[in-house]
């Protein structure tokens, strides 16, 4: 198991000066050389200037530039020698192989997937993921591509969070992945969380971006979410409208307004119920006797 440790490296500016003062000298030796082929020493002024030359380039090539917010994972000959972060222009081991990683936030959308839900039922699911890397050792060597890692990952966690909640509770304190988004946002997080820990990514946030029944049962489960809600509208009005006649058959008898006996208390009742519960407007009917006759 590999872990991130940070690597010190050189300020890049001194090398790069020696670097290009050396250059200078390599090409000043070899043009010397060969203008002097004849003299004695020349071969040794042009080969001096070759060998200088070829080295300065192997130092130089030990130059590397890291960008804000970005590593870079520095191997020899396949040993892992730790993660150069310091931002700017710096310089290492020329022999060092430096890997370039992003240690910038990310995100993505997963493909629209169709799942069936706890209660069978297919839907339709999507996902936004935040995340960023955090151990770039991990990232680098526990996986063979963190990124495709990632997606993939991400889709599974996606697919098995869909299948362990109903898309919509018909039933009290039942999780649902339509009325629950905090929750289950902060489900498919972790369940994301599990899986890329081996990646060296940490996962900011995971919430659902699309969901929606499957087209082959949209229009069934739209009638059912329709009646749903009449009926739950449908309770709230008769609630109310018996509210309301115990309040007026209690005022009545309170202020001494009528006295009613059973028998009109009923009427009252069936008559106000019928105007508070009705779908229409009450049409007043005049009644020119009593309810004996």
Avoid at 129 to 135: A, C, F, G, T
Avoid at 172 to 191: D, F, M, P, W, Y
Avoid at 230 to 259: D, F, P, S, Y
Wanted: proline residues 2%; hydrophobic residues 45%; aromatic residues 8%.
């Amino acid at each position: 198991m590999y872990r991130e440790f940070e690597r010190g490296t050189l300020s890049g500016w001194l090398p790069l000066l020696l670097g290009i003062l050396a250059l200078a000298y390599a090409i000043y030796l070899i043009i010397a050389g060969a203008m002097a082929v004849k003299m004695t020493g020349a071969a040794t002024l042009l080969i001096s200037g070759v060998v200088l030359f070829v080295g300065d380039m192997i130092f130089l090539s030990g130059l590397f530039m890291v960008n804000p917010n970005e590593g870079r994972v520095l191997q020899l000959f396949g040993k892992y020698m730790g993660t150069a972060k310091r931002d700017g222009l710096r310089w290492a081991n020329p022999f060092y192989t430096k890997r370039k990683l992003s240690l910038r936030v990310r995100n993505f959308e997963t493909a629209h997937m169709k799942v069936n839900d706890t209660d069978g039922n297919p839907v339709e699911i999507a996902a936004i993921v935040v995340w960023k890397v955090v151990d770039t050792a991990e990232a680098t060597f526990h996986v063979d591509n963190y990124e495709r890692f990632v997606e993939v990952q991400s889709e599974a966690a996606v697919r098995n969070m869909a299948t362990s909640y109903p898309y919509d509770a018909h039933e009290e304190n039942v999780v649902s992945l339509r009325g629950n988004t905090a929750q289950i946002s902060e489900h498919l997080k972790k369940e994301i969380q599990d899986r890329l820990a081996e990646a060296g990514v940490n996962v900011i946030e995971a919430r659902i971006s699309h969901l929606a029944y499957a087209p082959e049962i949209a229009e069934v489960m739209l009638r059912r979410q329709q009646a749903g809600a009449i009926v739950a509208a449908r309770q709230k009005i008769v609630e109310g409208a018996v509210g309301m006649v115990e309040m007026a058959l209690k005022r009545l008898a309170t202020n001494g307004v009528v006295q009613l006996d059973e028998e009109r208390k009923a009427q009252m009742v069936s008559n106000m119920l019928v105007v508070l519960c009705g779908d229409r407007g009450a049409q007043p009917v005049v009644n020119a006797g009593t309810i004996y006759q």
